[in-house]
């Protein structure tokens, strides 16, 4: 907890609690946002998947970096939006 003693002015203490909980509110957000998708993505509603990961994912949960990406790409690959020719080793 902040007290008075911490901090030189209340708007500098106001500031960084503020900071703190938009902080909590968007990683809360985007983990939802990563559930959706999963969800749309498990029950084959692919453009509802690219749309709810396609928010701002600027703080994600560190538990779920991986699962998001992973997920980001599954739903890439099935759409195949973003996919590639593959290059022949051969040419």
């Known amino acids: 907890m902040i007290g008075r003693a911490d901090c030189d002015a209340d708007s500098r203490c106001t500031k960084s609690r503020d900071d703190k ?12 946002a990563f559930r959706l998708a999963r969800i749309h ?4 509603q692919l453009d ?6 396609s928010t701002d994912q ?3 949960p560190e538990e779920i970096k991986g699962d998001l990406e992973f997920l980001r790409a599954n739903v890439y690959m099935a759409t195949a939006s973003r ?3 593959l290059r022949s080793s051969r040419s």
């Open 21 to 32: 909980v938009r902080a909590v509110v968007e990683a809360v957000r985007n983990e939802a």
């Open 48 to 53: 509802d998947a690219l749309q709810a990961l």
């Open 83 to 85: 996919a590639r020719p």
């Open 41 to 44: 993505f498990q029950k084959g």
């Open 58 to 60: 600027s703080t994600v």
